[in-house]
């Protein structure tokens, strides 16, 4: 069973940076696809970036493209969301998933960290 804890959230303004960590404990990480969402308010759930856990291949929606990068460190177990440029329509709640290569579906959803970008 893998479990994700999310960090880093908080209030910035408009045209500011931040980096989400997401914490990963449990099973081996070899075949498993790390993502970022977030959720906004009155919105549905969006996806924006993921990374395999082993060869560190990433891709980030076009949404975000430009603004948002993922990385992760394999010692520390942890994968990042380093986030440029914010826009006040950024504000939402980031969660951090995994899910098996070749799944469809994300499993073991965090908690989610709250981020605000005041204009």
């Known amino acids: 069973q893998v479990q994700v804890v999310e960090s880093g959230g908080g209030l910035v303004q408009a045209g500011g940076s931040l980096r989400l960590s997401c914490a990963v404990s449990g099973r081996t990480l070899t075949n498993y696809v790390m993502g970022w969402h977030r959720q906004g308010p009155g919105k549905e759930r969006e996806f924006l970036a993921a990374i395999t856990w082993s060869e560190g291949r990433s891709y980030v929606a076009d949404s975000v493209r430009g603004r948002f990068t993922v990385s992760r460190d394999n010692t520390q177990k942890t994968v990042y969301l380093q986030m440029y440029m914010l826009k006040p329509e950024d504000t939402a709640v980031y969660y951090c998933?995994?899910?098996?290569?070749?799944?469809?579906?994300?499993?073991?959803w965090g908690q989610g960290t709250q981020v605000t970008v005041s204009s």
């Open positions: 998933a995994v899910k098996l290569r070749g799944d469809a579906n994300y499993h073991s």
